[in-house]
Protein backbone atom coordinates (compact mmCIF):
# COMPACT_ATOMS: atom_id res chain seq x y z
CA UNK A 1 0.00 0.00 0.00
CA UNK A 2 1.39 3.22 -1.10
CA UNK A 3 1.66 5.46 2.01
CA UNK A 4 0.99 9.17 2.65
CA UNK A 5 4.03 11.43 1.71
CA UNK A 6 4.62 14.74 2.20
CA UNK A 7 4.23 17.46 -0.26
CA UNK A 8 7.49 17.38 -2.86
CA UNK A 9 9.18 14.46 -0.96
CA UNK A 10 9.11 10.36 -2.08
CA UNK A 11 7.74 7.86 0.38
CA UNK A 12 11.54 7.31 1.62
CA UNK A 13 12.11 10.94 1.87
CA UNK A 14 8.70 11.60 3.71
CA UNK A 15 10.14 8.59 6.33
CA UNK A 16 13.55 9.82 6.85
CA UNK A 17 12.01 13.31 7.76
CA UNK A 18 9.49 11.84 9.75
CA UNK A 19 12.31 9.60 11.67
CA UNK A 20 15.47 11.98 11.96
CA UNK A 21 14.42 15.39 11.36
CA UNK A 22 14.67 18.26 13.92
CA UNK A 23 11.61 19.25 15.47
CA UNK A 24 11.78 23.18 14.65
CA UNK A 25 8.06 24.16 15.98
CA UNK A 26 4.45 22.71 17.12
CA UNK A 27 1.45 22.89 19.68
CA UNK A 28 -0.45 21.38 21.59
CA UNK A 29 -3.59 19.75 20.19
CA UNK A 30 -5.65 20.72 23.49
CA UNK A 31 -8.75 18.21 22.66
CA UNK A 32 -7.95 14.38 24.03
CA UNK A 33 -7.49 13.10 26.99
CA UNK A 34 -3.08 12.73 26.23
CA UNK A 35 -1.07 15.13 25.31
CA UNK A 36 -0.31 15.07 21.69
CA UNK A 37 1.36 17.93 19.32
CA UNK A 38 0.97 19.12 16.37
CA UNK A 39 4.75 19.53 15.07
CA UNK A 40 6.41 21.07 12.21
CA UNK A 41 9.72 18.79 11.05
CA UNK A 42 12.31 20.10 9.09
CA UNK A 43 12.66 18.83 5.63
CA UNK A 44 15.78 21.01 4.48
CA UNK A 45 15.68 23.77 2.23
CA UNK A 46 13.75 26.02 4.16
CA UNK A 47 11.03 22.99 4.34
CA UNK A 48 8.92 21.45 6.50
CA UNK A 49 6.02 18.78 7.54
CA UNK A 50 3.78 18.56 9.64
CA UNK A 51 2.93 15.51 11.75
CA UNK A 52 0.58 14.33 15.29
CA UNK A 53 3.36 13.67 17.76
CA UNK A 54 2.30 11.23 21.05
CA UNK A 55 4.91 10.86 23.45
CA UNK A 56 4.51 8.12 25.46
CA UNK A 57 5.18 10.35 28.71
CA UNK A 58 2.42 11.90 27.85
CA UNK A 59 -0.47 8.87 28.07
CA UNK A 60 -2.41 9.36 31.10
CA UNK A 61 -2.45 5.99 33.47
CA UNK A 62 -5.23 3.63 32.07
CA UNK A 63 -6.94 0.76 33.85
CA UNK A 64 -6.53 -1.90 31.25
CA UNK A 65 -4.00 0.00 28.74
CA UNK A 66 -0.65 -0.99 30.50
CA UNK A 67 0.97 2.92 30.58
CA UNK A 68 3.23 4.50 28.00
CA UNK A 69 2.45 1.38 25.59
CA UNK A 70 -0.17 3.28 23.53
CA UNK A 71 2.22 5.15 20.68
CA UNK A 72 3.34 1.61 20.42
CA UNK A 73 0.01 0.59 19.32
CA UNK A 74 0.06 3.19 17.08
CA UNK A 75 2.75 2.14 15.19
CA UNK A 76 1.87 -1.67 15.51
CA UNK A 77 -1.68 -0.60 13.99
CA UNK A 78 0.48 1.20 10.89
CA UNK A 79 2.53 -1.93 10.56
CA UNK A 80 -0.34 -4.14 10.17
CA UNK A 81 -2.26 -2.18 7.77
CA UNK A 82 0.57 -1.66 5.56
CA UNK A 83 0.72 -5.35 5.64
CA UNK A 84 -3.08 -6.20 4.42
CA UNK A 85 -2.91 -2.86 2.36
CA UNK A 86 -5.73 -1.52 4.18
CA UNK A 87 -7.21 0.78 5.53
CA UNK A 88 -5.32 4.25 4.80
CA UNK A 89 -3.16 5.28 7.96
CA UNK A 90 -0.92 8.02 7.48
CA UNK A 91 3.00 7.13 7.62
CA UNK A 92 3.81 6.25 11.26
CA UNK A 93 6.87 5.82 13.00
CA UNK A 94 8.63 5.97 16.58
CA UNK A 95 11.57 8.20 17.19
CA UNK A 96 12.32 10.28 19.84
CA UNK A 97 10.78 14.06 20.17
CA UNK A 98 11.18 16.94 22.20
CA UNK A 99 8.77 15.15 25.18
CA UNK A 100 10.70 11.97 24.95
CA UNK A 101 10.15 8.59 22.86
CA UNK A 102 6.95 8.66 21.19
CA UNK A 103 4.94 7.70 17.54
CA UNK A 104 4.90 10.25 15.15
CA UNK A 105 2.39 10.25 12.36
CA UNK A 106 2.34 12.25 9.02
CA UNK A 107 -0.51 15.18 9.54
CA UNK A 108 -3.54 14.84 6.71
CA UNK A 109 -5.08 17.61 5.86
CA UNK A 110 -9.05 17.08 5.92
CA UNK A 111 -12.12 19.20 6.84
CA UNK A 112 -12.77 18.07 10.81
CA UNK A 113 -16.19 18.69 10.15
CA UNK A 114 -16.63 15.76 8.25
CA UNK A 115 -16.59 12.59 10.19
CA UNK A 116 -17.71 8.89 9.43
CA UNK A 117 -21.37 9.95 10.10
CA UNK A 118 -20.92 12.03 6.55
CA UNK A 119 -18.97 9.24 4.43
CA UNK A 120 -20.83 6.23 5.24
CA UNK A 121 -23.67 6.45 3.04
CA UNK A 122 -21.40 7.05 -0.11
CA UNK A 123 -17.99 4.93 1.12
CA UNK A 124 -19.84 1.68 2.44
CA UNK A 125 -16.90 -0.27 0.95
CA UNK A 126 -14.13 1.82 1.86
CA UNK A 127 -15.63 1.45 5.70
CA UNK A 128 -15.93 -2.25 5.74
CA UNK A 129 -12.08 -1.93 5.72
CA UNK A 130 -12.11 -0.61 8.92
CA UNK A 131 -14.69 -2.32 10.69
CA UNK A 132 -13.05 -5.24 9.67
CA UNK A 133 -9.84 -4.29 10.49
CA UNK A 134 -11.07 -2.89 14.31
CA UNK A 135 -11.85 -6.91 14.96
CA UNK A 136 -8.16 -7.47 13.56
CA UNK A 137 -6.51 -4.98 15.79
CA UNK A 138 -9.13 -4.92 18.80
CA UNK A 139 -9.86 -1.05 18.52
CA UNK A 140 -11.46 0.02 21.45
CA UNK A 141 -11.99 3.90 20.13
CA UNK A 142 -13.13 3.46 17.05
CA UNK A 143 -14.89 7.43 17.04
CA UNK A 144 -16.33 9.15 14.10
CA UNK A 145 -13.35 11.86 14.01
CA UNK A 146 -11.14 8.75 13.64
CA UNK A 147 -12.31 8.25 9.73
CA UNK A 148 -10.75 11.40 8.18
CA UNK A 149 -11.83 12.39 4.23
CA UNK A 150 -8.21 13.67 3.20
CA UNK A 151 -8.01 16.36 0.40
CA UNK A 152 -7.43 13.80 -2.21
CA UNK A 153 -11.08 12.54 -1.09
CA UNK A 154 -9.10 9.34 0.77
CA UNK A 155 -10.31 8.20 3.75
CA UNK A 156 -7.99 8.15 6.56
CA UNK A 157 -7.78 5.81 9.64
CA UNK A 158 -6.23 7.71 12.75
CA UNK A 159 -5.81 6.80 16.37
CA UNK A 160 -4.84 3.56 17.12
CA UNK A 161 -3.47 4.07 20.41
CA UNK A 162 -6.69 1.89 21.92
CA UNK A 163 -5.92 -0.99 20.17
CA UNK A 164 -4.27 -4.77 20.66
CA UNK A 165 -5.54 -5.58 24.16
CA UNK A 166 -5.30 -9.50 25.02
CA UNK A 167 -9.03 -9.21 26.15
CA UNK A 168 -11.84 -8.32 23.76
CA UNK A 169 -12.10 -4.89 23.97
CA UNK A 170 -14.15 -3.37 20.35
CA UNK A 171 -16.08 -0.44 20.55
CA UNK A 172 -17.27 1.67 17.56
CA UNK A 173 -19.76 3.38 16.16
CA UNK A 174 -19.56 1.38 12.37
CA UNK A 175 -23.25 -0.12 13.54
CA UNK A 176 -23.78 -0.63 9.83
CA UNK A 177 -21.03 -3.17 9.52
CA UNK A 178 -22.49 -5.40 12.40
CA UNK A 179 -23.41 -8.78 11.79
CA UNK A 180 -21.93 -7.74 7.92
CA UNK A 181 -19.99 -10.70 6.26
CA UNK A 182 -16.28 -9.80 5.50
CA UNK A 183 -16.05 -9.61 1.62
CA UNK A 184 -13.68 -12.27 0.04
CA UNK A 185 -10.71 -10.10 -1.10
CA UNK A 186 -10.77 -8.83 2.57
CA UNK A 187 -10.08 -12.21 3.41
CA UNK A 188 -7.31 -12.90 1.22
CA UNK A 189 -5.34 -9.93 2.69
CA UNK A 190 -5.88 -11.45 5.85
CA UNK A 191 -4.70 -14.91 4.77
CA UNK A 192 -1.83 -13.12 3.86
CA UNK A 193 -1.25 -11.88 7.44
CA UNK A 194 -1.58 -15.17 8.74
CA UNK A 195 1.10 -16.74 7.09
CA UNK A 196 3.83 -13.61 8.03
CA UNK A 197 2.71 -14.03 11.80
CA UNK A 198 3.93 -17.76 11.17
CA UNK A 199 7.45 -16.75 9.78
CA UNK A 200 10.17 -14.84 11.81
CA UNK A 201 10.05 -12.20 9.05
CA UNK A 202 10.52 -8.99 9.83
CA UNK A 203 6.56 -7.79 10.42
CA UNK A 204 6.43 -10.07 13.05
CA UNK A 205 9.69 -8.90 14.49
CA UNK A 206 8.23 -5.80 15.45
CA UNK A 207 4.95 -6.59 16.29
CA UNK A 208 6.17 -8.87 19.14
CA UNK A 209 8.14 -6.16 20.12
CA UNK A 210 5.80 -3.92 20.15
CA UNK A 211 3.40 -5.90 21.61
CA UNK A 212 3.18 -7.96 24.82
CA UNK A 213 3.17 -11.69 24.82
CA UNK A 214 -0.60 -12.03 25.28
CA UNK A 215 -1.11 -9.45 22.75
CA UNK A 216 0.55 -10.96 19.83
CA UNK A 217 -0.91 -13.98 21.00
CA UNK A 218 -4.52 -12.49 20.67
CA UNK A 219 -3.75 -10.99 17.29
CA UNK A 220 -3.02 -14.30 15.79
CA UNK A 221 -6.44 -15.95 17.42
CA UNK A 222 -8.20 -12.88 16.18
CA UNK A 223 -6.64 -13.71 12.27
CA UNK A 224 -7.87 -17.15 12.70
CA UNK A 225 -11.36 -16.22 14.26
CA UNK A 226 -12.21 -13.79 11.20
CA UNK A 227 -10.76 -16.81 8.62
CA UNK A 228 -13.08 -19.38 10.06
CA UNK A 229 -15.90 -17.21 10.85
CA UNK A 230 -15.60 -13.99 8.19
CA UNK A 231 -18.71 -12.17 9.90
CA UNK A 232 -18.19 -8.71 11.69
CA UNK A 233 -19.39 -9.96 15.32
CA UNK A 234 -23.24 -8.50 16.38
CA UNK A 235 -21.95 -6.01 18.72
CA UNK A 236 -23.87 -4.91 22.02
CA UNK A 237 -25.23 -1.35 21.55
CA UNK A 238 -25.47 -0.58 25.64
CA UNK A 239 -21.22 -1.63 26.03
CA UNK A 240 -19.58 -1.34 22.48
CA UNK A 241 -19.89 2.12 21.70
CA UNK A 242 -17.47 4.78 22.36
CA UNK A 243 -18.04 8.11 24.07
CA UNK A 244 -17.87 10.70 23.05
CA UNK A 245 -19.03 8.98 19.51
CA UNK A 246 -16.98 12.12 17.76
Not at 98 to 122: H, I, K, R, W
Request: proline residues 6%.
Amino acid sequence: MDSQVAVGLTTQETLSVLTKGEVIGGQRIPWGSNNTFLVHVDAGDSQHVQAVYKPGAGEQPLHDFPWQTLYKREYAAYLLAESLGWPRIPMTVIRDGPAGVGSMQLYVECDPNVTYFDLVADRLDILAEFATFDILTNNADRKAGHCLLGGDNTIWSIDHGLTFHAEFKVRTIMLEFWGQPIPDEHLEAVKGVRDELATNGEFTANLRELLAEDEFDALRQRVDEVLAGPTIPQLDPGYNIPWPLV
